[in-house]
């Protein structure tokens, strides 16, 4: 019996109740139009029936995906307009994302490289094809700059460095910020209303709970989720709670305006 709760698949229903304060606060809805970002992201909870062990994680994402209420209720962008998934999917690509930091020291080289003034001022520098070109989106996504390793592969791995960057970078026709709090505040704000915590009672110390999945997946036709084009930019997380069975999916399509 018991090996045949383990093999059941999941069953999710949709939490409409569970709201997102970064998606309600009008600051944060500013900065994510002024990055070509607003309108093109979302986030939704649903909840699901049974415990979750990060190594059925395919599993559990292959059943999320072909679950009726999914199907139904998860929000996509296709050919500019909002739908839900719909689609009958018949593969995923699931990645495992490290998420262990629970303050923002992971970015302090920014300080210490020269890739930040002490007054959080980004520092500009050439580019070939950007004129306005700077040294935070350098350190970024350019491999072979000198800043480049200001940040070790394991810290790029990590959730709230990724969810940085992808804030960092933006939208299609984004407009980059001056100064870099705008990008801390708003990635703080998104990470805390995705990452489940606990405080350890012996250590008191506080430590994530979340396991972080990053998705994409196929359909008869080929890549369609998140996106049918594969882009850096275009990326569905789903942060799984495992205490309250939740799972938070993170979403964004890479692009330009929507049609009305």
């Known amino acids: 019996m018991a090996g045949e709760q383990l093999d059941q ?4 229903s949709l939490l409409s109740s569970k709201s997102f304060p970064f998606l309600q606060n009008q600051e944060v809805s500013g900065r994510l ?22 190594y059925k994680k395919n599993d559990f994402v292959f059943d ?8 139904q209720n998860l929000k996509v962008l296709r050919s500019g307009r909002w739908t839900t998934l719909g689609s009958d999917i018949t593969s995923v690509d699931v990645e495992a994302v490290p998420c262990s930091k629970v303050s923002m020291d992971l970015f302090d080289p920014l300080y210490s490289g020269g890739v930040l003034r002490p007054s959080g001022q ?3 520098c050439y580019h070939e094809i950007y004129g306005d070109f700077d040294e935070l989106r350098n350190v970024l996504t350019i491999e072979d700059s000198d800043k480049y390793d200001l940040f070790r ?4 791995e990590e959730f709230l460095f990724r969810l940085f960057k992808h804030i960092c970078l933006g ?10 709090s705008p990008y801390m505040d708003t990635t ?12 350890d009672c012996e250590t008191k110390e506080i430590k994530i709970i979340s396991t972080i999945l990053k998705v994409s997946a196929s ?13 850096e930019q275009s990326f569905a997380y789903l942060c799984v709670d495992p205490l309250k069975r939740h799972v938070y999916v993170l979403y964004h399509s890479f692009g330009t305006g929507l049609l009305s």
């Open 219 to 231: 359909d008869s036709s080929g890549l369609c989720y998140p996106d049918s084009q594969d882009s």
């Open 153 to 156: 592969p394991a810290e790029r």
């Open 171 to 180: 939208g299609e026709i984004c407009q980059y910020e001056d100064t870099v």
């Open 64 to 71: 999320f995906l072909q679950d009726p209420c999914v199907m």
């Open 33 to 54: 139009m002024k990055w070509s970002m607003l309108g093109r992201i979302s986030a939704q909870a649903f909840n699901f029936d049974q415990m979750f062990f990060p």
């Open 122 to 124: 980004i520092v500009k």
């Open 9 to 12: 698949k999941f069953v999710f």
């Open 188 to 199: 703080k704000v998104i990470y805390k209303d995705l990452v489940s915590v606990q405080k």
